[in-house]
């Protein structure tokens, strides 16, 4: 079995950029994944921030919205974490997620328009 790793049994062909693993080619050292990372609660939390705000407003749509409106909203909750709120006092959850959902909303806007465009 040379070649060949014995705890997956998968074949090596090189190390370095240009390796191989059962013939489709990998990334040597492997990159970090997401999970890795730990970010994956990350991006839990801010998928329930997400949630949490879809309906909120019978009345909005958050990609009616303007980049700009997100990007205030953004800084609002970025200045309150700044500030030493970790927990947003309406919603129960993280203060960053709710950055980083803004943050997902003014792109999703900006790229609905570029889509539109």
């Given amino acids: 079995m040379a070649g060949q790793n014995p705890?997956?049994?998968?074949?090596?062909?090189?190390?370095g950029p240009t390796a191989t693993l059962d013939g489709r080619p990998c990334v040597w050292p492997p990159r970090p994944?997401?999970?890795?990372?730990?970010?994956?609660?990350?991006?839990?939390?801010?998928?329930?921030?997400?949630?949490?705000?879809?309906?909120?407003?019978?009345?909005?749509?958050?990609?009616?919205?303007?980049?700009?409106h997100h990007a205030e909203k953004l800084d609002g909750h970025l200045d309150r974490w700044l500030a030493g709120e970790r927990v947003d006092g309406e919603s129960g959850r993280r203060a960053l997620a709710h950055v980083a959902a803004r943050a997902l909303m003014a792109l999703g806007v900006e790229l609905k328009g570029l889509d539109d465009g």
Wanted: proline share 4%; charged share 15%; aromatic share 6%.
């Fill in 33 to 68: 994944t997401f999970a890795s990372l730990g970010l994956t609660p990350a991006l839990f939390e801010v998928l329930a921030v997400l949630a949490a705000s879809d309906g909120k407003h019978p009345h909005s749509d958050w990609s009616a919205r303007t980049v700009e």
């Fill in 7 to 15: 705890s997956t049994s998968a074949e090596v062909s090189a190390i």
